[in-house]
């Protein structure tokens, strides 16, 4: 992997900065490759030995400082991959050692027919699985059966919107990061004649990559599992 870092800006002294990561994964059907993304999430985080008269102020300061998001991997499975290989595939990413030590959640598409496929990575014994349903509309949460569901404008508007305050971040020899910004551009709104919105990519293109990147996200904001060390990448 190659597990070369964007540089991130100068950090505030006054606070630790926690480092989590999260795996995302879109599964793809028979026209749309499987994709897999890994983030990493770096967010300011109070001292534990912080005087207690200057916490408040703290917690006041962290409110303009934006957590940010560096994508480290970028994989799809050939199309024609069975769902085994494909668990195997994620079985070997999740063991590489800069990313087994962090023991990261793998938040995955389960829509549909990806019940189904998530049933097959469980029987794989891929760990720490995290179904999200993605719909057309509803709050985005936890579904009281232990899975999430997130309207996907949420999931896609989050990466947009992360992109374009810089706060997602990416090496340019990144595998794939064209064709993740290529997506990007290519995503539409669009409108029935009754006002119903579709979300998608425009016709002939994908948007796996978006999706993948979208679900790590998700679950980065929607679980605080912080580790304060700073994340060794280097070579793998």
């Not at 029987?123 to 009281?144: K, S």
């Not at 409108?191 to 998608?200: D, E, I, K, L, P």
């Not at 990559?209 to 979208?214: C, E, K, M, S, Y």
Request: glycine letters at 8%; charged letters at 20%; aromatic letters at 6%.
């Amino acid at each position: 992997m190659n597990a070369t870092a964007a540089p991130l800006p100068a950090q505030d002294p006054r606070f630790h900065y926690g480092s989590t990561v999260a795996v995302g994964v879109d599964l793809g059907q028979s026209h749309d490759p499987t994709s897999i993304a890994v983030i990493e999430k770096v967010a300011p985080e109070i001292p534990a030995d912080t005087h207690p008269p200057k916490v408040e102020a703290l917690r006041f300061a962290m409110r303009s400082i934006r957590p940010k998001y560096q994508l480290r991997l970028l994989e799809q499975a050939p199309l024609g991959e069975s769902y085994i290989l494909q668990a195997h595939r994620l079985k070997r990413i999740l063991a590489r050692a800069q990313i087994a030590e962090h023991d990261p959640l793998v938040w995955i598409d389960g829509t549909g027919v990806g019940k189904a496929v998530v049933d097959i990575f469980r029987q794989e014994r891929i760990p720490n699985l995290r179904p999200v349903a993605i719909t057309f509309a509803g709050q985005e949460g936890p579904d009281g059966r232990g899975g999430h569901s997130v309207p996907k404008i949420n999931l896609v508007s989050r990466v947009q919107a992360a992109m374009h305050t810089g706060c997602l971040v990416m090496p340019d020899t990144l595998p794939l990061a064209k064709t993740f910004r290529r997506e990007l551009l290519d995503f539409r709104v669009s409108y029935s004649a009754v006002g119903n919105a579709t979300f998608g990519a425009r016709e002939g293109a994908h948007d796996d990559l978006i999706l993948a990147v979208a679900l790590a996200m998700y679950g980065l904001d929607s679980n605080r599992r912080v580790i304060v060390e700073p994340f060794p990448w280097g070579k793998v």
